[in-house]
C-alpha cells in the first residue's frame, strides 16, 4: 500500500520560514521523481518544486530563490524548507510521487496535503 505523509503545515507570518516534509512507503522511492505542489480553492493545483531519482531539484518560478526541496533515501522522505514566505504562499500543500512499478507501469500519488497560511 502506498502512503504519502506530510507534516509540518501551520500558520506563520510573512516573512517567516516552515519546513515540510513528506515520508513515503510502499514506492520505490530511489527511483521516484518527488515533488510537491500547493493549491489554493477554485484554482489548479500548481507545481512548487521536484526532485529526481538523482536529486536535481526543480522550481517554479515564484518559489524560486526562497524555496529548497530535498530528500532522504535511506529514511524515504522528501523535504520542503520554505523561507520568506509570502501571504500569496497560503495553500494546501501537497506531496507527490511519480515512477515506475515493476510491471513497467507509471504511477502517480498524492498525499492527503497540509494547509500552510502565511499571515500578512
Known amino acids: 500500500q502506498v502512503q504519502l505523509v506530510e507534516s509540518g503545515g501551520g500558520l506563520v507570518q510573512a516573512g517567516g520560514s516552515l519546513r515540510l516534509s513528506c515520508a513515503a512507503s510502499?514506492?520505490?522511492?530511489?527511483?521516484?521523481?518527488m515533488g510537491w505542489y500547493r493549491q489554493t480553492p477554485g484554482n489548479q493545483r500548481e507545481l512548487v518544486a521536484t526532485?529526481?531519482?538523482?536529486?536535481?531539484?526543480g522550481y517554479g518560478n515564484s518559489v524560486k530563490g526562497r524555496f529548497t526541496i530535498s530528500r532522504n533515501i535511506a529514511k524515504s522522505t522528501v523535504d520542503l524548507q520554505m523561507i520568506s514566505l509570502e501571504p500569496e504562499d497560503t495553500a494546501s500543500y501537497y506531496c507527490?510521487?511519480?515512477?515506475?512499478?515493476?510491471?513497467?507501469?507509471?504511477?502517480?500519488?498524492w498525499g492527503q496535503g497540509t494547509q500552510v497560511t502565511v499571515s500578512s
Open positions: 526532485i529526481n531519482s538523482v536529486g536535481t531539484p
Open positions: 510502499g514506492i520505490d522511492f530511489g527511483r521516484a521523481v
Open positions: 507527490n510521487a511519480k515512477g515506475m512499478n515493476i510491471y513497467g507501469r507509471g504511477y502517480e500519488y
